[in-house]
T-cell receptor, first 113, second 115 residues
């Protein structure tokens, strides 16, 4: 299997639940990203990991907690979310060089009830 | 921070015709990369085309080409011979050499292809 794989594809969770989103890349890239995509808004960068170290955290609330155990895997742990956190969460990877584009997964559609 | 603006929330094109999607960006940097991504209903963002700021020649990929106007900070995407499969959201993105891993995206243009 190649590319970037995200699971689950859909997730419905209550505000008191704890869940995790998983991302795996098979492209040999050294940087991984979490983006939040909401309607009518630009993609919001949440977290960036480069060589398994977090290099970017765009003021994301602490109810979102990333984890990057190795260069191929990225998790987003979710707890006590709010309804406004409902969105499409996209994982991406790239090489840490200027001409390298992002390669995206299919996303997880999250609904918080 | 750099900003990327896509002023056309929605566009439509007749099948087999040509359409141009606009993108402008704001930067003080001289070298950077620009990208166009396509997001069909399947949700996966797919790279369409990329352009390096130092290259004067406009990038082309089959039916997709760009009109890169560096002085005007404009990076439009032209789709020739439009096909039904081109219907999607299109996003313009900017990558800076100074913020390394940061990509800046526009709000997207929804393209409808009319049979």
């Amino acid at each position: 299997e190649t590319g970037v794989t995200q699971t689950p594809r859909h997730l419905v969770m209550g505000m008191t639940n704890k869940k995790s989103l998983k991302c795996e890349q098979h492209l040999g890239h050294n940087a991984m990203y979490w983006y939040k995509q909401s309607a009518k808004k630009p993609l919001e960068l949440m977290f960036v990991y480069s060589l398994e170290e977090r290099v970017e955290n765009n003021s994301v609330p602490s109810r979102f907690s990333p984890e990057c155990p190795n260069s191929s895997h990225l998790f987003l742990h979710l707890h006590t979310l709010q309804p406004e956190d409902s969105a499409l969460y996209l994982c991406a990877s790239s090489q840490d060089q200027l001409n390298s584009p992002l390669h995206f997964g299919n996303g997880t559609r999250l609904t918080v009830t | 921070a750099q900003t990327v603006t896509q002023s056309q929330p929605e566009m439509s094109v007749q099948e087999a015709e040509t359409v141009t999607l606009s993108c402008t960006y704001d930067t003080s940097e001289s070298d950077y990369y620009l990208f166009w991504y396509k997001q069909p209903p399947s949700r996966q963002m797919i790279l369409v085309i990329r352009q390096e700021a130092y290259k004067q020649q406009n990038a082309t990929e089959n039916r997709f080409s760009v009109n890169f106007q560096k002085a005007a900070k404009s990076f439009s995407l032209k789709i020739s011979d439009s096909q039904l499969g081109d219907a999607a959201m299109y996003f313009c993105a900017y990558r800076s050499p100074f913020t390394g891993n940061q990509f800046y995206f526009g709000t997207g243009t929804s393209l409808t292809v009319i049979p």
